[in-house]
Every structure is written in C-alpha cells, then in structure tokens.
C-alpha cells in the first residue's frame, strides 16, 4: 500500500498539504513484529571483528513504572514472539559469541511470566547461551525463580539503583529501599548470577556531600564489572 492506504502515517500529498490518516489500532501485544535475524546479521557484519562485545535484542517494550526520568514510563509491557526472539539470539551468539547477549526489558521481574517464558523456550530448544535482564529491586525476591533463569542462561541482572538514598529514589519517582537492594544483590549472589548497578547524575538537588557519598556506595558495593 502507499501514502494514505493505511492509519499512523503522517505525509504530504500532492497539494502539498500535510495529511494524517489517523492513528493505528492500540496492539495488545508484539508478536505481530518480524523476526530480525538477517538485519541484526547484516548490521554486525557490516562492521570489522572486534567492533561489538555485545548486542541487544528487544523481548518487550513498554513499563508501568512512573520514574520521572523515563521516557517509556506508565505504558504497558507488551511482549515479542519469543521463539523469534530466541532465533534472534542465536545470530548474536554466532557473531559475537555464546555470551554477547543481553535482552531489554525494563522491568522484567513486576509480571514474570513473559521472562519465564522466554527462558522456558531458552531450555526447549537447548540454546546454549547466556544472557543478562533489566529488574527493578523491590520485585527480585524470589530464589527458586532465580534459579530457573540460571538454568536457563541468565547470566546477569541490571538493576537500575539510580540514587544513593531512599529520599532521592523518592523524588523521581522510584521507590525502591535500601533493603530490596539489598536482597536483590544477596539473591544474585547464592544463585551465581552477576549484577550490575546504574546510578544517575546530574539531579539538581546534588551537592558535594550526595556525590561523595555516591562514591562511598558504589565503591562499597563494587565488584568486577557491577558499577
């Protein structure tokens, strides 16, 4: 179809005036979006050897947290295919190796089941990889789950901590405590997942006293490759 045959399309016609054929239907879920393998093979081998560690591949896209910082903030976590999700690790593993990949999801632990899924598929097709996932602190509580993604390849979580106190977290909207961090590291730590925290700078309440004491926690909490 061209210009004007279908919804969510803004263009101009030939008077030269713009045209916007309305927006498209709202899609519960993705699992209408193509498999992307021979893009993702064709983008990596576009490049020289050694220009990648690493690729990302999308599971889902959306989150219904309200951290003020977030573009993709109050929306819905809507999930892909995940058989051509894990086809699409697999091009990953091929170019890059067996564990260059890591998946985006923001929040992957608030409704699980489309993770457990995924590594459910993962076991199935015994794909050989390791891969790290996003999570947010306070819904990481569960060992047993954590385990099954272990079997499953999960190699690594990235927890977004983003400030250094319990009232900054507060204030934009990210209400995790000292103690989910904690456990959550605890967790990753007995069932030999690594972790990676993220911090965020530049808020315009930081003064010399909160930065230094961003320096204290992450040096307090620093392993290889975690900060």
């Not at 976590?77 to 058989?83: A, G, I």
């Not at 990889?129 to 999960?154: H, P, Y």
């Not at 904690?182 to 990753?188: C, F, G, P």
Request: include cysteine; hydrophobic fraction near 35%.
């Amino acid at each position: 179809g061209g210009f004007g045959e279908k919804a969510g399309i803004v263009y101009r016609a030939e008077d030269g005036q713009p045209k916007h054929d309305g927006k498209r239907p709202f899609s519960a879920d993705l699992v209408h979006l193509p498999y992307a393998g021979e893009e993702i093979r064709q983008f990596i081998s576009r490049y020289p050897s050694g220009a990648f560690r690493s690729a990302g591949v999308v599971l889902a896209r959306g989150c219904p947290g309200d951290c003020i910082f977030c573009p993709m903030r109050s929306t819905r976590t809507r999930y892909r295919d995940p058989d051509d999700v894990v086809k699409e690790f697999q091009v990953v593993a091929q170019l890059l190796g067996p564990s260059a990949v890591w998946t985006l999801i923001l929040e992957a632990f608030r409704h699980p089941g489309g993770i457990e899924e995924f590594a459910k598929r993962l076991r199935r097709k015994r794909v050989a990889i390791t891969w790290s996932v996003g999570a947010r602190c306070d819904f990481v509580k569960d060992s047993a789950q954590l385990d099954d993604l272990k079997g499953a390849g999960l190699e690594n979580l990235y927890l977004g901590v983003e400030c250094v106190s319990e009232e900054a977290r507060r204030r934009v909207k990210k209400p995790i405590s000292e103690e989910d961090i904690e456990r959550t590291i605890k967790l990753a730590t007995k069932c030999g997942i690594g972790y990676s925290l993220a911090f965020m700078t530049g808020f315009p309440w930081e003064d010399e006293k909160y930065l230094q004491t961003m320096r204290d926690y992450i040096e307090s909490h620093i392993v290889e490759g975690s900060c």
